[in-house]
């Protein structure tokens, strides 16, 4: 049973509602006919091929490029909320703000200016980015990428494999990542370019309508102007900034994800029992529902706490950012695990909505650096600011 079937008739989650921005942009994502094609799309376990055209008149697609560029240029926070609302329908379709808005950022920032005048395509809904990183043997440790980039007289040519590409089997522009012999780097490929092939990913227990997809590079050859930035500044700076992007948009949408979990444990445990008795009563069932209840607030907070960072240029803002996907990811995890606990057999079913979003939650742990990589990176931050504060400020 899909989050919004649980809803009473002209009820709206008080999770969602008294969060909801008045922006009509914002509300479209969450309200209405577009959400009820959403919700159908996550039942189907298929986002259509045109929907770019679907999201494009929200403006979300062109949410973190300039104007000049053909972008709405929204803050991070305004961002981070439609990732959280995208979230508590479909974790699929908020994967796919998660990717194309890491390659748009990076192509308005560090692009040449033939990419930088195609922005337009992508933020209008006419094309699809992804952003192809991982690689079978180097998921999290981006440092042990085997893609080559060799040069060329008139620029590139690219070999290798990448793995679980959110939308791979959309995306018209992928930023791609290889070595080069002057170090790592980044690059614009798109699917038409001679030497690509695009495969279907195999089925993932989670993410089951994000599209999932291998990219193929043989001798892919691209011109000088596709290298974003320059070699050894892929990793450190285009990469490393998307992946703090990327990590904000997880932890919105891991709230959202808790959230719509939330409300089904809600709707399930208000349900009478065969006997009378509602599982909102037994005591151990309330203590589930109270602990899941503060770890998605607190997560939340944190992700609100994250992207105001990121928009105030805040020195310490990766360090919120990695807390806010650690505490989310967990969150979503928790509040899935409650779901499908109270739910009893129901949430076993395979096609159910309780074990899709469990099998989601699984997936928020793993993408865009896993919760253990997160713990040593976040660490390394808290050390680093313990270090910085002054003596005995924060000791």
Request: glycine content about 10%; hydrophobic content about 45%.
């Amino acid at each position: 049973m899909s989050a919004a079937a649980t809803r009473k008739p002209g009820h709206q989650p008080p999770c969602v509602h008294h969060q909801l921005t008045k922006d009509a942009e914002l509300r479209a994502l969450a309200e209405g006919e577009f959400a009820a094609r959403v919700a159908g799309w996550e039942r189907a376990g298929h986002v259509p091929d045109d929907v770019g055209e679907h999201l494009a008149a929200t403006g979300v697609l062109g949410a973190l490029v300039p104007a000049r560029y053909g972008g709405t240029a929204w803050t991070h926070q305004r961002y981070g909320e439609a990732n959280r609302l995208l979230g508590t329908l479909s974790s699929s379709l908020q994967s796919l703000l998660t990717v194309h808005g890491m390659v748009t950022h990076a192509l308005a920032r560090w692009g040449s200016a033939e990419a930088r005048s195609r922005l337009g395509e992508l933020t209008a809904g006419r094309e699809l980015a992804a952003f192809a990183l991982s690689e079978s043997v180097s998921g999290s440790d981006v440092r042990s990428l085997t893609s080559w980039a060799e040069r060329g007289p008139s620029g590139w040519r690219l070999t290798g494999t990448k793995r679980w590409i959110c939308f791979g089997q959309l995306a018209d522009v992928f930023l791609v990542f290889a070595m080069t012999e002057s170090g790592d780097a980044a690059f614009v490929v798109r699917r038409d370019d001679p030497g690509v092939r695009i495969i279907p990913e195999a089925a993932t227990a989670g993410f089951r309508a994000a599209r999932l997809a291998v990219l193929e590079l043989d001798r892919c050859a691209v011109g000088s102007e596709r290298l974003v930035g320059r070699p050894g500044f892929g990793l450190t700076q285009v990469g490393g900034r998307a992946l703090t992007l990327g990590r904000l948009w997880v932890a919105f949408g891991s709230v959202g994800l808790a959230q719509s979990c939330v409300q089904a444990t809600l709707a399930r445990a208000d349900r009478a029992g065969a006997a009378g008795r509602r599982l909102k009563d037994f005591q151990l069932l309330r203590g589930l529902i109270s602990d899941t209840d503060v770890a998605v607030r607190g997560a939340h907070l944190l992700a609100v706490s994250a992207a105001s960072a990121l928009d105030a240029s805040s020195e310490w803002a990766v360090s919120e950012v990695l807390a806010a996907k650690l505490a989310a990811s967990r969150a979503a995890s928790l509040a899935a695990s409650v779901s499908a606990q109270v739910h009893g057999a129901e949430g076993l079913l395979a096609d159910g909505a309780v074990h899709h979003r469990l099998g989601d939650a699984r997936v928020m742990e793993v993408i865009e650096g896993n919760t253990q990589l997160v713990q040593d990176l976040l660490a390394e931050q808290v050390i680093a600011r313990w270090r910085a504060a002054p003596e005995g400020a924060n000791r």
